[in-house]
């Protein structure tokens, strides 16, 4: 069975990201990424939020947020991820349906603190000053 990592800081987790078609939401994806890099283990640009989902369902990636989704993006990914454990949830921390376009994808430990990125609301690297 397949299931999502087991890291609990975003500092040290693999990030997926995509930007999107829509420039401003493009941007604070870009902005998300200033916020933890260099402290994150890795970043990777997927091409491909249906790619992105699953794996963060394997645990290949930690986290996977996207700005611009399509239905056919979601449909085997938000269940892939929940099945194996992690959380998929809206920018808002919403939950998602076939019909969301932006979502925050990740394990329990994980997904809300990329979650809080999103939001404005957390900032790396302050839990351990």
Known sequence: P????ERTSVE????????????EAGARVLDIVRATWPRMAG?????????GLAYVACGRLDGYIHPSLYPWDL???ILLVQEAGG????WE????GISSKRVVAGSKAI???LLGL????????????
């Open 93 to 96: 921390g919403e939950p998602v």
């Open 43 to 51: 970043l990777r640009v997927m091409g491909s939020a249906v790619l």
């Open 12 to 23: 040290h987790a693999f990030i997926g990201c995509d930007m999107g078609y829509e420039p």
């Open 111 to 113: 997904q809300p603190q």
């Open 2 to 5: 397949i299931a999502v990592a």
């Open 75 to 77: 449909a085997g990914g």
């Open 118 to 129: 999103v939001r404005g609301e957390y900032q790396p690297g302050l839990e351990s000053a």
């Open 87 to 90: 959380v998929v949830t809206g």
